[in-house]
T-cell receptor
């Protein structure tokens, strides 16, 4: 089993709609969680960190469910520019604090 | 503010040649990470440094790969000799280890093609 798993998609989303997807992780000791956005042939860019209480940044909402070991990302009022691959990243716990495991990514395609 | 800087952006070389990739982390960051990304394997951590010291190189594929960080503002990843299966995008990322959250910021990557 992979340490971090994501639905590869693609999620085809009409412009203006809401889309949500999850990322599951296997290490219960993980302490920090992130969502990155990666455009084609570009580097991953940090979208948001995921805090225990959940957090929101404009149209983006991230949630953490420790009991079921997954994080989620919800995008409201989708824009064409939201089309990208979304990578989740999870650290390995206190013993490997600096080390992030990345999921393979979820592709989102926003259509007019 | 300057982000992570990588050079070269593209590298095409022939099998057996030595390849050196370079990275300058964000000023003030004290952790540096080298990743490799391919379609088949996704984004893989190769090695990371804290305060210029290699901490975990378990992701380095084999002895042909080596990485150094001689000072806080420079790191290299070397492949010698290179092979076609090394073709990938290599990213460098940096972070501040004293932050509660280890947000990593990526450079633009080096797209390596080994013929």
């Amino acid at each position: 089993r992979k340490e971090v798993e994501q639905d590869p998609g693609p999620f085809n989303v009409p412009e203006g709609a809401t889309v949500a997807f999850n990322c599951t992780y296997s290490n219960s000791a993980s302490q920090s969680f992130f969502w990155y956005r990666q455009d084609c042939r570009k580097e991953p860019k940090l979208l948001m960190s995921v805090y225990s209480s959940g957090n929101e940044d404009g149209r983006f909402t991230a949630q953490l469910n420790r009991a079921s070991q997954y994080i989620s990302l919800l995008i409201r009022d989708s824009k064409l520019s939201d089309s990208a691959t979304y990578l989740c990243a999870v650290n390995g716990g206190a013993d490997s604090w600096g080390k992030l495991q990345f999921g393979a990514g979820t592709q989102v395609v926003v259509t007019p | 503010d300057a982000g992570v800087i990588q050079s070269p952006r593209h590298e095409v070389t022939e099998m057996g040649q030595e390849v050196t990739l370079r990275c300058k982390p964000i000023s003030g960051h004290n952790s540096l990470f080298w990743y490799r990304q391919t379609m088949m394997r996704g984004l893989e951590l190769l090695i990371y440094f804290n305060n210029n010291v290699p901490i975990d190189d378990s992701g380095m594929p084999e002895d042909r790969f080596s990485a150094k960080m001689p000072n806080a503002s420079f790191s290299t990843l070397k492949i010698q000799p290179s092979e076609p299966r090394d073709s990938a995008v290599y990213f460098c990322a940096s972070s501040r280890r004293d932050r509660a959250y280890n947000e990593q910021f990526f450079g633009p990557g080096t797209r390596l093609t080994v013929l």
